[in-house]
Nanobody
């Protein structure tokens, strides 16, 4: 099994940028597709972006395309989510998740990191 730990969240201002990290332990993260999700208070969890194990194929939600960038550093066993031009509506708990293949659900989840954007 792989364990995931997110970090990099915090309180920021509108227009700022953040880079969230998803560090893996237990297994090489290169074996997994990794996705980023978020959940705002009172809302359902929202898919943001995903990246396959090779780092060659990315998928973005239309709502974040152009502002969010997912990347991975397999040597550091870490996947990143860079968020630019933060808006108050980006306030949420951000989660990373991993799956062993695109045909499987995301089996492994981190505990989340809070991002709060002040106006």
């Amino acid at each position: 099994q792989v364990q995931l730990v997110e970090s990099g969240g915090g309180l920021v201002q509108t227009g700022d940028s953040l880079r969230l990290s998803c560090a893996a332990a237990g297994r090489s993260i290169s074996r997994y597709d990794v996705g980023w999700f978020r959940q705002a208070p009172g809302k359902e969890r929202e898919f943001l972006a995903s990246l396959d194990g090779s780092g060659s194929n990315t998928v973005y939600s239309d709502s974040v395309k152009g502002r969010f960038t997912i990347s991975r550093n397999n040597a550091r066993n870490t996947v990143y989510l860079e968020i630019n031009s933060l808006r108050p509506e980006d306030t949420a708990v951000y989660y990373c998740a991993a799956r062993s293949s695109p045909r499987r659900p995301y089996d492994y989840w981190g505990q989340g990191t809070q991002v709060t954007v002040s106006s």
